[in-house]
């Protein structure tokens, strides 16, 4: 009996240390994919592979996923994921800002305050992104303040969070098709959100999260896919073989 109680423990024990190395992983794996895109950045001085886009799509899906979590507290693990995607992806725009304006060639700068919806989202300061990001979660939490008691508001909430997530590679997928090319992509980026999605969409599965967040795992593993067949299409020796 003794010897049954102690397996038992030791079962429950390494469940429990699986379980927290897991979160851990879903906490800051997200983040995991930018490393090898930031470096390539880095390393190239330009940014022009990598859409800003992506960047839009993951702050409006996190701040809204937080608001989400207050109106109906799932997860610790998933609200701390959220915070940490956000630094993510300001880290990445504060990059690209530095890089695209070491290159400008033209002084002519692009700002916020102009109100010149052709050029959104493609501002030269980056306090212009923060101050939009502030903007829209005064407006998130307004909204939310008032009508948090309302469960069909806060499902919307969340159903809106897992869209823009599940939508997270299509800028992506868009740009590459706009230039014909991956070149500047890190393809390791690609490879990290497969790999990354395929497995938060299974934590999901298995923790009986709610089904939008299972949902947006599944399109976005389709949109992964298309990005890496985009890869072996538009790479130098397909292009040869093919013309």
């Not at 699986?18 to 979160?23: F, G, N, Q, R």
């Not at 916020?112 to 919806?117: A, H, I």
């Not at 090319?181 to 890190?186: A, I, L, W, Y």
């Amino acid at each position: 009996m003794d010897s049954e109680v102690v397996v038992q423990e030791d079962m429950e024990g390494s469940w429990t240390l699986l379980s927290w190395m897991a979160s851990c992983l879903m906490v800051f794996g997200g983040a995991l994919p930018y490393v090898p895109q930031y470096q390539d950045i880095q390393r190239s001085n330009s940014s022009e592979g990598f859409s800003t886009r992506v960047c839009l799509v993951l702050l409006i899906a996190n701040i809204l996923r937080i608001f989400f979590w207050i109106g109906k507290q799932f997860e610790l693990t998933l609200l701390l994921q959220s915070v940490m995607m956000i630094l993510t992806m300001f880290a990445m725009l504060h990059l690209c800002c530095t890089v695209q304006n070491t290159n400008r060639v033209s002084t002519r700068q692009h700002r916020l305050s102009e109100l010149d919806f052709r050029y959104f989202w493609k501002w030269s300061a980056f306090e212009d992104y923060l101050l939009f990001c502030f903007g829209f979660t005064v407006l998130c939490a307004v909204v939310t303040l008032l009508l948090l008691d309302s469960a069909v508001f806060v499902e919307m909430l969340g159903s809106l969070a897992v869209t823009f997530e599940a939508m997270l590679g299509f800028p992506q997928l868009l740009q590459n098709f706009h230039n014909c090319s991956t070149k500047g992509m890190s393809v390791t980026m690609v490879l990290l959100w497969t790999a990354g999605d395929i497995f938060k969409t299974t934590y999901f599965v298995m923790n009986e999260s709610p089904a939008q967040f299972w949902v947006c795992g599944s399109v976005q593993i389709l949109i992964d896919v298309a990005i890496l067949l985009q890869v072996l299409f538009y790479s130098q020796d397909t292009r040869v073989k093919l013309g």
